[in-house]
């Protein structure tokens, strides 16, 4: 004769199985708050871990439900080498923890060697979510062993998750917004002060420097086809095109104030006798952007433009935003502009982990 | 040349891999990327693609299959959900295979030939599952062998045959490199499937957006 499980318990499994970040919703109150950087942070523990794996050197990280913004220098997850070494100096009795952008905020010493009983028993009495990187990797919660059947649905779910961030394009103000704290605020994704002339010279051809940056932000983290520097019908260019189910959205890039020169034929920038572009040139630019509209909208054409967008970085000392444009280009249905300021104290907390962020990744590649 | 009712097999067949695989309904853009991926890559699976795909402004393009869809609601194969008329009178849905459709499919894919296409892009839809469509039309947007063309400024067809495909030759380096250095062999089109789409993918969705 065999039992069955209740008809409670059968529906509880199922879900287990199905849905495997119901387990850890049910049982990791936490996780509710923190679900978006908990998904994070094991896509980060996916990408070190076969690094962690070479030596064999035992660790165990414990989450701690919270992300602090440290001085650089604190020793993170990624830091393979440093951690096992320590480890190994401490002959493998510590557990370290970790905060949920992986940076270490303590290190506890357990006094004997770890192992996966001593993790389980330790985030049994900690309430703690502990991940083992030992032979396998595991992850332990309350003292249970968080193991998914379903890992194909996780992967699904942890890379939908993340992915269906991407912004719309129809939202194209909060796109440039930010664009705007993520990579250009205080410099915080690119460098485009000139060197000793911060928040007064840009480096030479900055309008280069700002729509390579938007480009790739509209590339990798936007819901929309982008180009750079594509051809209209009538040959003339604009700066950054997105598409999304053939409706075009293209961006022009301007800027105002003082940036570096070149002369001609050397490759020496100098801020000795900058150049201005001024206020002037970048309602010009609005002008020239109704008249791209103008000519490649036309209904011989299929292709059919949404809306322009003149975006104008201000790097004026004092700046000049807001611009008064003409009545002409406020009226006109198919043109918006944004402006943004280049002169701020500092980057937005937001950007200055970004921009970290984004400097270890490229490191690491 | 392939003849005409191979787009509309092609659409359908997405249609049905799409219900079975669980993806929303597909719009317009979907099928061009989808099957844009599946010819790119069917290299793999050794077999001819039969159709060409346009370099256009939207991305690679076939007309045929911007209008198989009409052809198939018309034929009663599928049916269009969330339609919405713009402004500009052009009409925009999502489809969906009905009852008769996928009866249909079981029936065309009795023939073996049909069967391998259906196989095809139900494996490609299957690894792409994970990303989910949005994804899906970026990395046809980036596949290697229409950006090329894009920035070279060449029009027309895009050329997937031989060493012009792009793709197939980003595999084989990448598969060489992890033959060499790691011992690890990828034996089957599925594992070519998975590492191309995650090297394809490793920038996108990389912010965090507020």
């Known amino acids: 004769m065999t039992s069955k499980p209740t008809a409670e318990e059968t529906t509880r499994l199922k879900r287990v199985a199905d849905e495997p970040w119901y387990w850890l919703r049910e049982n990791v109150p936490e996780v509710a708050q923190w679900e978006n950087a908990l998904y994070v942070l094991l896509e980060s523990v996916k990408v070190v871990w076969p690094e962690y794996r070479i030596n064999r050197i035992n660790l165990a990280f414990l989450i701690k439900w919270t992300k602090s913004s440290l001085p650089s220098g604190t020793l993170k997850m990624s830091d393979v080498a440093a951690i096992q070494k320590q480890q190994n100096a401490a002959n493998s009795q510590l557990i370290f923890e970790v905060d949920l952008d992986g940076n270490v905020l303590d290190v506890m010493d357990i006094g004997s060697e770890i192992d996966p009983t001593a993790v389980m028993i330790l985030s049994q009495s900690r309430e703690a979510v502990i991940m083992w990187f030992g032979h396998n990797l595991d992850i332990f919660y309350k003292g249970m062993k968080w193991n998914p059947k379903n890992k194909a649905a996780t992967l699904k779910e942890m890379k939908l998750k993340k992915r269906d961030e991407l912004l719309p394009l129809t939202d194209y103000r909060r796109i440039l917004e930010t664009h705007y704290e993520q990579y250009i605020r205080g410099e915080s994704g690119v460098d485009y002060w000139f060197p000793g002339e911060k928040n007064k010279v840009l480096r030479s051809s900055p309008e280069r420097i700002f729509q390579k940056s938007l480009y790739i932000f509209l590339k990798n983290d936007c819901e929309c086809d982008a180009a750079l520097e594509p051809m209209f019908k009538d040959s003339s260019r604009c700066d950054v095109r997105a598409s999304i189910d053939y409706d075009i959205y293209f961006f022009e890039i301007k800027w105002i104030g003082f940036c570096a020169t070149k002369k001609k034929d050397l490759p020496v920038e100098s801020a000795e006798k900058p150049r201005e572009e001024e206020v002037k040139n970048a309602i010009a630019g609005t002008y020239q952007t109704k008249k791209y509209i103008e000519k490649n909208n036309s209904v011989e054409y299929d292709n059919k433009i949404k809306l322009g967008v003149v975006v104008v970085y201000d790097a004026y000392p004092n700046p000049h935003i807001p611009i008064e444009y003409p009545q002409e280009i406020k009226d006109f249905p198919l043109l918006d502009t944004a402006e943004f300021a280049l002169v701020t104290v500092t980057p937005s907390v937001h950007g200055k982990r970004m921009a970290k962020q984004r400097r270890s990744a490229s490191k690491k590649r | ?210």
């Open chain 2, 1 to 210: 040349m392939i003849n005409r009712p191979a787009y509309l097999n092609d659409v359908l067949f997405a249609l049905y891999a799409a219900e079975k695989l669980g993806w929303t309904a597909l719009a317009r853009t979907h099928f061009q990327r989808i099957l844009y991926l599946c010819a790119a890559l069917s290299d793999l699976a050794n077999s001819e693609w039969g159709y060409d795909f346009s370099n256009t402004l939207y991305g690679p393009f076939n007309r045929y299959i911007s209008t198989a869809p009409d052809e198939l609601v018309h034929q009663r194969y599928a049916e269009a959900i969330e339609v919405t008329v713009q402004r500009d009178s052009k009409m925009k849905a999502t489809f969906r295979a009905t009852d008769a459709g996928k009866e249909r499919v079981e029936l065309i894919a009795k023939l073996r030939r049909e069967q391998r296409r259906l196989a095809w892009i139900y494996s490609v839809m299957g690894v792409l599952t994970v990303y989910g469509p949005t994804v899906t039309s970026k990395l046809a947007f980036i596949e290697p062998t229409f950006t090329t063309m894009k920035l070279e400024n060449r029009k027309g067809a895009i050329e997937l045959s031989g060493e012009n495909n792009q793709s197939i030759q980003l595999l084989r380096r990448l598969s060489d490199q992890l033959e060499r250095d790691y011992s690890i062999h990828l034996d089957t089109p599925v594992s070519h499937l998975i590492l191309y789409f995650d090297y394809l993918s490793r920038d996108i969705g990389r912010s965090e957006p507020k």
